[in-house]
C-alpha cells in the first residue's frame, strides 16, 4: 500500500519562504493530480492547489502567485513552493495523491509568525 509523507514545515518570519516536500512510497495506481490542502486550527480543511499528470496546475486565489506545485518526472514526489508568507498561511498542511483512490499524508506544519 502506498504511504505518503510531507515534510519541511516549520516556524518562519513574515515574507519567508518554505519548500515543503511530500514523497510517496511508490507510484499511485491511477494517478492523474496530486494535491496540497492546508487545515488551520478551528477550520475546515481547504484546497490550496494541485498539479495535473500533465502538468496543469490550479491554486485557491490567496495564494496563487506565491505558491508553486511542482513535481519529479516519476510522479513520486510533489513540492510545494511558498513565498512571501504571510500569518494566514499558518495551518497543516497536507498532500493528496489522487489516483484510483485517494492517499493521504499526515501533515506537517506551517507557521508564520514573527
Known amino acids: 500500500q502506498v504511504q505518503v509523507v510531507e515534510s519541511g514545515g516549520a516556524l518562519v518570519q513574515p515574507g519567508g519562504s518554505l519548500r515543503l516536500s511530500c514523497a510517496a512510497s511508490?507510484?499511485?495506481?491511477?494517478?492523474?493530480?496530486m494535491r496540497w490542502y492546508r487545515e488551520a486550527p478551528g477550520q475546515q480543511r481547504e484546497f490550496v492547489g494541485e498539479?495535473?499528470?500533465?502538468?496543469?496546475?490550479r491554486y485557491r486565489d490567496s495564494v496563487r502567485g506565491r505558491f508553486t506545485i511542482s513535481t519529479d518526472n516519476a510522479k513520486n514526489t510533489v513540492w510545494l513552493q511558498m513565498v512571501d508568507l504571510i500569518p494566514a498561511d499558518t495551518a497543516v498542511y497536507y498532500c493528496?495523491?489522487?489516483?484510483?483512490?485517494?492517499?493521504w499524508g499526515q501533515g506537517t506544519q506551517v507557521t508564520v509568525s514573527s
Open positions: 498539479i495535473t499528470t500533465s502538468g496543469a496546475t
Open positions: 493528496n495523491f489522487r489516483g484510483v483512490r485517494d492517499v
Open positions: 511508490g507510484t499511485v495506481p491511477g494517478i492523474y493530480a
